[in-house]
Structure formats: C-alpha cells, structure tokens
C-alpha cells in the first residue's frame, strides 16, 4: 500500500503538476498521534487539496509508479556514472559493456 506522499505525488501527476514544482506549497505532518501523516499545508494553485478517498483511490497507482521509481534507481547506480561505463568500454569493449547493462536490466526489469 503507497504512503500519502506517493499518493499526493501521484494526484500531482494526473493533474499536470510535480513534486518537485509544488514541494514548497505542500507539507505533509505527523503529530504522533496514532492518526498518521496528513496534509498539513496545499497551497497548490489552481489545484484543491484532495481528499483522502480521492488519494486511496490512487493507492494501485501509486504503488506502480513507486515500483517503476526504484527500479530506474536500482539500475543507476549499477550501471555507474557515464564515465565508469565508458571506462569499462575502454578495459572490456562494447559488447562486454551491453552484456553487463542487459544483465542489470534483467535484475531491475520494468514491470
């Protein structure tokens, strides 16, 4: 099941906005009061705060895009920066270099 910040990420995106645009209208609270993290703050413009059926509703989603994320982000950081990739060309040649890419593709496969 996603957390409310991969909820709200994602009511972002079906609406045309980011994260990483509205991160400073949102926030997002936990008192410690057994009830959880809630919005706390939106301030997104031209966009109303949602409501918590309408993020529960995007709980499938959500979990896809997060699983979608962690794969793209598993696969970064074996491939390695540009340059250790064109390095191991360099040392290993081009065909070791895709064999080495498709194996990390096949252990992070998108879904």
Do not use: C, H
């Not at 400073?24 to 959880?36: C, E, H, K, P």
């Amino acid at each position: 099941m996603a957390n409310i910040f991969n909820k709200v990420q994602q009511y972002l995106i079906n609406n045309s906005k980011t994260w990483e645009a509205e991160e400073n209208n949102i926030s997002l609270q936990n008192n410690s009061d057994g009830a959880g993290v809630f919005i706390a703050t939106w301030n997104v413009s031209g966009l109303a705060k949602p409501t918590i059926e309408q993020l529960d509703n995007l709980n499938d989603e959500a979990d896809a895009s997060e699983a979608a994320r962690l794969v793209l982000i598993n696969r970064r950081k074996e491939y390695g920066t540009p340059e250790n990739q064109i390095e191991n060309i360099i040392e290993n040649g081009l065909e070791a270099e895709q064999a080495r890419v498709q194996t990390i593709k096949e252990k992070y496969p998108k879904e």
